[in-house]
């Protein structure tokens, strides 16, 4: 299992992912799930993936293939398109293998998150399914998740805001998001890796990956735990039926 998200606001994205790729109990290993594809200047796109490692990688060979040839990604026109061409892929490894895959039971799951900006247009982000189609982030839904995705999800519905929300926190924000998984699954695992753009720059300057024993990681996690248990003792006095204050 892996876990991905991504976080749309006014100034930019945040986009995250872990790095823990399973067989089993028994067999668990390191793989990168966040890419980049840049051309400074004129455009920059950040890709998550989750599902089957085999079938990412297939989907990131077409699609670096195609951009080191100068197609694809390299010269699409909008940030709508680059989702498409991911979408693409997906369906070109899909007709390739699914049946495959089928014939012994085993599903077809891969799912991205495209983010990025050409030239001077809105950035955006998208979603791309295992059938090739995007879902796009809006204001009013500024976040996006792939893989395991319910125990990181809670904060970022509470405190995740598209006007309100700076690139800072958004940071700090999906840290506590991929920690709160970690904590809860063991499928889901370090190193961390974190991409911040800074909207209209074109280019990615604020990239890093965090292992599990990364002093700024521990920083954050250790402080989250005791902010929470010391807001949970300030919160109110639950007074039930029949008691005397």
Same mark, same amino acid.
């Given at each position: 299992?892996?876990?991905c ?6 100034l ?13 109990l ?24 989750? /599902? ?7 989907? $990131? +060979? %077409?699609?670096?293939? @195609? ?5 694809? #990604? ?12 991911v ?13 495959f ?25 998208y ?35 598209y006007? /309100? ?7 700090? $924000? +999906? %840290?506590?998001?991929? @920690? ?5 699954? #063991? ?17 990615l ?41």
């Open positions: 299992m892996s876990y998200l991504a976080i749309y606001t006014k930019g994205l945040v986009l995250a992912s872990d790095s823990r790729t399973n067989a089993g028994d067999q668990a290993n390191v793989a990168r799930k966040l890419y980049t594809f840049v051309k400074p200047g004129e455009r920059v796109f950040v890709l998550l993936t989750s /599902g089957g490692l085999s079938l990412s990688q297939s989907v $990131l +060979a %077409l699609l670096q293939s @195609d951009y080191n040839a100068g197609y694809g #990604l390299a010269n699409v026109a909008t940030m709508y398109d680059a989702a498409r061409c979408g693409e892929a997906v369906r070109a490894v899909a007709a390739r293998d699914r049946q895959l089928e014939r012994d039971n085993i599903g077809f799951n891969v799912n991205f998150l495209v983010g990025g900006q050409i030239d001077q247009q809105p950035h955006e982000l979603l791309i399914y295992p059938q090739g189609n995007p879902l796009q982030a809006t204001p009013d839904c500024p976040f996006l998740q792939i893989g395991e995705s319910k125990y990181g999800r809670p904060i970022l519905d509470r405190a995740v805001k006007d /309100g929300t700076s690139l800072e926190q958004a940071t700090k $924000l +999906a %840290l506590i998001s991929l @920690d709160s998984t970690m904590r809860s699954n #063991l499928t889901v695992g370090p190193p961390i890796d974190l991409a911040v753009y800074h909207a209209n720059e074109l280019r300057r604020q990239q890093i990956r965090l292992s599990a024993d990364d002093p700024q990681l521990l920083a954050i996690r250790t402080q989250w735990e005791q902010e929470l248990r010391s807001a949970s003792q300030r919160l109110p006095v639950i007074q039930f039926p029949g008691e005397y204050s």
